[in-house]
C-alpha cells in the first residue's frame, strides 16, 4: 500500500500505474484527505484483459504488398 499527494499522482502516474498493475494498492491523496483508492483489477477467473492477451500473428506467403503497390506506382 502506497500513499501519494494528488500532485505527485499526477506527475509519476504512468509509473504508479504500472505499481497497481504489479498488485499494489495506491491511495491518492488532496489536501491530507484520501479521495481515491487505486487497486489492481482482477476478475473471478483471473484472465488478463484483452488488450493484455497475445494475438496470433498472420502472415501471407509472397511479395510484401507495400513492394507490389510501390512497383505499380513506378509503372504508371
Not at 484527505?33 to 494475438?55: C, V
Amino acid at each position: 500500500m502506497t500513499t501519494v499527494s494528488f500532485t505527485e499522482f499526477r506527475k509519476n502516474a504512468s509509473a504508479l500505474f504500472s505499481s497497481v498493475e504489479a498488485g499494489e494498492t495506491i491511495y491518492v491523496k488532496r489536501h491530507g484527505k484520501k479521495i481515491a483508492k487505486i487497486l489492481p483489477f482482477h476478475t473471478e477467473n483471473k484472465k488478463l484483459p484483452s488488450w493484455k492477451k497475445k494475438r496470433l500473428k498472420l502472415t501471407v506467403q509472397g511479395e510484401d504488398i507495400s513492394k507490389i503497390i510501390i512497383e505499380e506506382r513506378e509503372k504508371s
